[in-house]
């Protein structure tokens, strides 16, 4: 089992930042895939950006690239999501997800319960 906590969400102006992150516990972080998503209210959840266990590979979503970063320190088990250039459709609760690879993520093995990022204009 792996458990996934995600802090750093709050309230922030348009062209603000904030960085996420997630903290796992349990078995090896270091093998598995980390991603970021999101649900916007009446809205299905959106792939935010992945990393690969060793930080080589990193996806991201076509609407956050240029904006958002993605990165994880293994020694720390932690993920961080570092976004920039916040914009009001950014607001949505932000989850972590850890799966055994990139490619799998959206249907990741697990989840945390989710922070809530809101952008106001």
């Known amino acids: 089992q792996v458990q996934l906590v995600e802090s750093g969400g709050g309230l922030v102006q348009a062209g603000g930042s904030l960085r996420l992150s997630c903290a796992a516990s349990g078995r090896t972080f270091s093998s598995y895939a980390m991603g970021w998503f999101r649900q916007a209210p009446g809205k299905e959840r959106e792939f935010v950006a992945a990393i690969s266990w060793s930080a080589g590979i990193k996806k991201y979503a076509d609407f956050v690239k240029g904006r958002f970063t993605i990165s994880r320190d293994n020694a720390k088990n932690t993920m961080y999501l570092q976004m920039n250039s916040l914009k009001p459709e950014d607001t949505a609760v932000y989850y972590c997800?850890?799966?055994?690879?990139?490619?799998?993520?959206?249907?990741?093995?697990?989840w945390g319960q989710g922070t809530q990022v809101t952008v106001s204009s």
């Open positions: 997800a850890a799966s055994s690879s990139i490619a799998t993520m959206r249907g990741a093995d697990y």
